[in-house]
């Protein structure tokens, strides 16, 4: 009996007499070239470095904005902070649904040049109003930085390729908190030699507002090196449909940029999803929010100077982070290899050694010992981050990647803005004493840190089942 492919028909034979076989089931996609993946990483590791350099060296300029324009603490600490938060609020999920619909590369590639020229145009600020409107437009421009990045790696990188990935793009914060502290350093003590204000075509400039021009040109050179990006397929499931349909009505695609998509995807599998979120969100208000109150936290409870704090910590929390992101990325890859469930069993692993380590801190008898607990929590916070990024980028549906990416930076980018708010908070009203501000750091992280871990390994058997039904579909 003969067989042949009966005509108009795909993946599956049919007998000429008797019934269509079953189907085939289907190919699966191959993987674009790894060298050109690299490439890619490089340029966004790039671009990431200068996002956050920027906010690094912000930082180090902060007494000589607050002297230059006559400003309070608190108005200080909204530009430092709030500023580029409230745009990330409303902008952040309707930019990143450009991700989904656009070339990642050109989205990547408007986001860091507007980022370098919105931070280039803060040199050139008359009043406190238009640098605050450039903190407002440089969170605006860096919203879909992380959606684009993250889409693009898991769309370039088998998945147990993405911890390695993504922990190499981590490197970027690291290098870009060092050298925006010290950078910013030496690039202040050069411009203090210059005039304190200078005339340029009718502008007032300040010495220090140099530095802001030279941070932001960079980020044309990033700009230009993602035209040379090869943009990879997009794996969507076998007979995927659009999100939006072209002939979709208006309505329907202005509806489409409010992430409301997105939210209806992540409910549907929200067994898996929510815990991820709410682990985020819990650990963020501890991990975002310790750094502000570390100087305060040392100085208070153990008299240690400012020059003191930093020539001790600085190059411990240094060492730590980097340390976190080797030792986490091994530790991540051993547990892939022997469970579905790796990335977030190996997470929810090593958010149980920070909440021990976060509680421990403000307990210490002598701060050497504080600051090295304080290091162990970068460490472990350092060592999961690949793992959880590389999770959503592993289960999130292509089609709406970078809306649901998006999401999930969101509960970290405003969870952790609310950090060292809730803090203060609670050292003012539950505490009571500024001198014992070590138990407010101690009651905020024997709360949250503990719900960070519980809902983590809540969403272990979970991601494990979603991977094995993607894996069925040949994703």
């Not at 050139?124 to 790696?153: C, D, E, K, V």
């Not at 022997?338 to 090593?350: E, L, S, V």
Request: hydrophobic residues 55%; positive net charge; glycine residues 12%.
């Amino acid at each position: 009996m003969a067989i042949a492919p009966a005509p108009g028909t795909a993946g599956k034979t049919q007998l000429q007499d008797g019934p269509a076989a079953p189907p085939m089931p289907p190919l699966p996609m191959p993987w674009p070239s790894e060298r050109a993946g690299f490439f890619a990483l490089g340029v966004i590791v790039f671009a990431t470095f200068l996002n956050f350099f920027d906010a690094s060296v912000l930082a180090m300029l902060a007494e000589r904005i607050k002297g230059s324009f006559g400003l309070s603490d608190s108005a200080l600490g909204f530009v430092m902070g709030p500023a580029g938060v409230i745009a990330f609020v409303f902008v952040g999920i309707p930019l990143s649904r450009l991700v989904d619909i656009y070339p990642r590369k050109y989205v990547l590639s408007a986001s860091v040049a507007l980022l370098g020229t919105i931070t280039a145009l803060g040199g050139l600020a008359q009043s406190i109003g238009q640098l605050i409107g450039t903190r407002l437009f440089t969170g605006a421009g860096g919203a879909a930085n992380g959606p684009g990045s993250y889409s693009m790696m898991a769309d370039y990188f088998r998945p147990a390729r993405l911890p390695l990935v993504f922990a190499l793009m981590q490197l970027a914060y690291i290098a870009a908190n060092a050298a925006g502290t010290w950078g910013g350093g030496a690039m202040l003590a050069f411009t203090d030699s210059l005039p304190d204000r200078t005339g340029v075509l009718g502008l007032t400039i300040f010495n220090w507002q140099w530095i802001l021009i030279g941070v932001g040109l960079p980020g044309l050179l990033a700009a230009m090196l993602f035209l040379f990006v090869k943009e990879p397929p997009r794996r969507l499931p076998p007979n995927a449909k659009p999100l939006v349909p072209p002939d979709a009505p208006l309505g329907t695609r202005i509806l489409s940029f409010t992430g409301l998509n997105a939210l209806k995807a992540i409910n549907v599998r929200g067994a898996v999803y929510w815990p991820l979120f709410g682990a985020l969100a819990m650990s963020a208000i501890e991990s975002q929010g310790l750094p502000a109150w570390r100087v305060p936290f040392l100085a208070r409870t153990y008299g240690w100077s400012e020059a003191e704090i930093g020539a001790f910590m600085a190059p411990l929390l240094m060492a730590a982070s980097l340390t976190g992101l080797l030792l986490g990325g091994i530790f991540v890859s051993w547990m892939n290899r022997r469970h579905k469930d790796g990335n977030i069993r190996a997470t929810a692993i090593i958010f149980t050694g920070t909440t021990a380590f976060a509680i421990a801190a403000p307990l210490m008898p002598t701060g050497e010992l504080a600051v090295a607990c304080m290091a162990m929590t970068s460490m472990f916070g350092l060592a999961g981050a690949p793992a959880q990024n590389s999770a959503i980028q592993r289960i999130a549906p292509n089609e709406m990647r970078g809306q649901v990416t998006a999401l999930y930076l969101f509960m970290y980018t405003v969870f952790g803005a609310l950090g060292s708010f809730v803090i203060g908070t609670v050292s003012d009203l539950v505490v009571g004493d500024p001198a014992r501000l070590w138990q407010a750091l101690l009651i905020v992280a024997g709360v949250f840190m503990p719900l960070a871990t519980f809902f983590m390994w809540r969403a272990v058997k979970p991601y494990g089942q979603e991977v094995a039904r993607l894996e069925k579909l040949g994703l």
